[in-house]
Antibody, heavy 120, light 107 residues
Framework: EVQLVESGGNLAQPGGSLRLSCAAS????????MNWVRQAPGKGLEWVSY????????SYADSVKGRFTISRDNAKNSVSLQMNSLRDEDTAVYYC?????????????WGQGTLVTVSS | DIQVTQSPSSLSASVGDRVTITCRAS??????LNWYQQKPGRAPKLLIYAGTSLQSGVPSRFSGSGSGTDFTLTIRSLQPEDFATYYC?????????FGPGTRLDIK
């Protein structure tokens, strides 16, 4: 069974840092692209970041570019999101999502999410 | 960046109804369009990918159509478990933008 379990969500101060992790199991993690998607309270979904299967290709939403860094450890079946210079507007539930489909890229499995609250 | 809009933003329907939700991209995305369902407090669930392909395990009452810039999600014969929020997402080029969502309520 495919499972994605996020952790690391917490209360952080503006300007602070957090590191989110996503532990994957039940599939060959090293051949899948992975993503982070977030959802602010009562709002819609916002794609945050992507990392290729080998980790060499990454992409970010403009809203987090230069502040967030995605990485992965295929030996440990995990993907991480280092979040620096946090802002109030980064408050959200953060989901990791597996991407499938080759060119027709879609997110077929999601974790349960981890809550990040940025507040003084 | 490619902008994605959805209409309506909300709608009310009854069990057994047929409903259609529309998604429009700001430029052609060929058929790189996915649909997700989300219930309160839960992670999104993939329904349709590549515009028309039904994800494994998703009931056949869900269908997708469209290409280019205009797409639709149709739910034939609504069931009680279908009342949720629906999002489209373009996967043509990053950022992989989501639409703002369509909330489907029970009438």
């Amino acid at each position: 069974e495919v499972q994605l379990v996020e952790s690391g969500g917490n209360l952080a101060q503006p300007g602070g840092s957090l590191r989110l992790s996503c532990a994957a199991s039940g599939f060959s993690f090293g051949i899948y692209r992975m993503n982070w998607v977030r959802q602010a309270p009562g709002k819609g979904l916002e794609w945050v970041s992507y990392i290729s299967s080998g980790g060499s290709d990454v992409s970010y939403a403009d809203s987090v570019k230069g502040r967030f860094t995605i990485s992965r450890d295929n030996a440990k079946n995990s993907v991480s999101l280092q979040m620096n210079s946090l802002r109030d507007e980064d408050t959200a539930v953060y989901y990791c999502a597996r991407a499938s489909g080759g060119n027709f890229y879609h997110f077929d499995y999601w974790g349960q999410g981890t809550l990040v609250t940025v507040s003084s | 960046d490619i902008q994605v809009t959805q209409s309506p933003s909300s709608l009310s329907a009854s069990v057994g109804d047929r409903v259609t939700i529309t998604c429009r991209a700001s430029q052609t995305i060929i058929t790189y369009l996915n649909w997700y369902q989300q219930k309160p407090g839960r992670a999104p669930k993939l329904l349709i990918y590549a515009g028309t392909s039904l994800q494994s395990g998703v009931p056949s009452r869900f269908s997708g159509s469209g290409s280019g810039t205009d797409f639709t999600l149709t739910i034939r014969s609504l069931q009680p478990e279908d009342f949720a929020t629906y999002y489209c997402q373009q996967s043509y080029i990053p950022p992989f933008t989501f639409g703002p969502g369509t909330r489907l309520d029970i009438k």
